[in-house]
């Protein structure tokens, strides 16, 4: 079992938003999750589930693994979860995730197991 955890300023990303608009999404989130985007917050959380991924497989954000290598779903009951790119789980030899997401204080953190 590998775990990774991320906190991250939420006011980074109203900055974020201010100077570039919903644009400043694309750098780190697909059309899809930009959909979910509701507010800076949710987009710092996701951010944060991105960044704890990579920390929890030991090899950050970089040549390894890309932010649109994965992909932050929720089911029908608004709980988020992974999709990661096939290159990703072999590589990686990932059979299953569970992410937790949280927002307050002008903080969002996230935790991600990898089994």
Known sequence: ML??????VISRFDKMVE????KAYKRFLNDEE???VKSTATAAGFW???EAFSKALGCGIGSE?????????????????LQINDEIINKFNIKNTSISIAHDGGFAIAIVVVL
Do not use: C, M, R
Request: hydrophobic share 35%; proline share 3%.
């Open 48 to 50: 944060a589930v991105k």
């Open 3 to 8: 775990v990774g955890t991320d906190i991250t």
């Open 19 to 22: 100077k570039f608009g919903d």
């Open 34 to 36: 930009i959909e979910l």
């Open 65 to 81: 693994l890309g932010f649109h290598d994965i992909s932050i779903k929720k089911t029908d009951k608004n709980q988020p979860y």
